[in-house]
């Protein structure tokens, strides 16, 4: 065979080989990016609930019984949490369950958190959303780690959310795009003095 033939088809093949191996990076970052923004957008979403939530642990109670349970995947606590609703104090739950799995993504490792309470509509309702990571932390005044209830003071929250579909690295290896939050909450109610006057947290 001609060595100028060969050498034109190693040199195609080469070329080929690098161009085919460059589209599919910049196909697996276009992924990745929409991935990482659905990710912001259902995190936001949940977190407004959250960040509702978890700042009004208590509002409008006696801070002796404003949680009722305290695990590292649960919590129950009273509060008044909207002005529109014609509830007044509930009780709210927040809890993870890695035994309800969510079956309508690919994705194996998202779980449902649950929250039940009320709504800013004038109903109470069971909400899930799918998350792969949600862990609870409770903390004292001196800021350590406790699991005596009357003593909390603060509650950390750690979430992580993957995307609900993968992108191909390497064959049908998938790798699903994650975001990952934690903060520490004080609620008004459990840190203030008693008779004090409380207001509530947007």
């Given amino acids: 065979m001609n060595i ?3 050498a034109s088809f190693v040199i195609g093949g080469i070329f080929l ?3 085919l191996k460059f589209n599919n990076n910049v196909i697996n970052q276009t992924h990745e990016l929409l991935h990482r923004e659905l990710n912001h957008e259902k995190m936001n979403t949940l977190l407004e609930i959250i960040e509702h939530d ?3 642990i208590g509002f409008g109670i006696d801070t002796t019984v404003a949680i009722l349970e305290s695990t590292p995947t649960s919590i129950v606590f009273k509060s008044d949490l909207h002005d529109d609703d014609n509830f007044g104090v509930t009780n709210v739950r927040w809890f993870f369950n890695i035994n309800d799995p969510v079956t309508d ?3 194996p490792n998202d779980f ?3 929250r039940i309470g009320p709504s800013g509509f004038s109903s109470v309702n069971t909400s899930k959303f799918p998350v792969t990571h949600f862990k609870l932390m409770y903390y004292n005044t001196n800021d350590s780690l406790t699991s005596f209830r009357p003593d909390i003071r ?6 992580i959310i993957e995307s609900s579909d993968g992108y191909k690295i390497n064959g049908d290896n998938k790798t699903y795009s994650s975001l990952v939050w934690k903060r520490k909450f004080s609620p008004t109610t459990l840190n203030i003095p008693a008779n004090a006057l ?3 947290s947007l």
């Fill in 4 to 6: 100028g033939i060969t």
């Fill in 17 to 19: 080989i690098t161009f």
């Fill in 54 to 56: 978890f700042y009004n």
């Fill in 105 to 107: 993504t690919e994705n």
């Fill in 112 to 114: 449902y958190l649950t």
């Fill in 154 to 159: 603060k509650i950390e929250v750690e979430l």
């Fill in 198 to 200: 409380i207001t509530r």
